[in-house]
């Protein structure tokens, strides 16, 4: 079992900044991957960005890209979003997730990749 716990969300100006954390416990080592995803409402939950356990492989959704930068500490088991320049588009509940080895790998973008999921950190980007 893995245990995810987001934190860092809140309410931004448009063109702001936030940096979210998710600290992972319990079988920290049997995960590969690390993925964060978001959902407005209203919407399905749709990729963000997710990185390798070696740091050395990171994905980004189109409109990440730029924006947003994924990073990994892994002596605190924790994992990083960085977002910049949020636009009011950007507001959604994002969520932290991890694919362990007991999982089924369909690629970093999938959510069916991801076996472990947090609660979720609210972002809000005023206009």
């Known amino acids: 079992q893995v245990q995810l716990g987001e934190s860092g969300g809140g309410l931004v100006q448009a063109g702001g900044s936030l940096r979210l954390s998710c600290a992972a416990s319990g079988r920290t080592n049997s995960i590969y991957a690390m993925g964060w995803f978001r959902q407005a409402p209203g919407k399905d939950r749709e990729f963000v960005a997710a990185?390798?356990?070696?740091?050395?492989?990171?994905y980004y959704a189109e409109y990440a890209k730029g924006r947003f930068t994924i990073s990994g500490d892994s002596d605190k088991n924790t994992v990083y979003l960085q977002m910049n320049s949020l636009r009011p588009e950007d507001t959604a509940l994002y969520y932290c997730?991890?694919?362990?080895?007991?999982?089924?790998?369909?690629?970093?973008?999938?959510?069916?990749?991801?076996?472990?999921w947090g609660q979720g950190t609210q972002v809000t980007v005023s206009s």
């Open positions: 997730a991890c694919a362990t080895i007991s999982g089924l790998w369909y690629g970093a973008m999938s959510r069916t990749s991801y076996n472990y």
């Open positions: 990185i390798g356990v070696t740091g050395d492989d990171m």
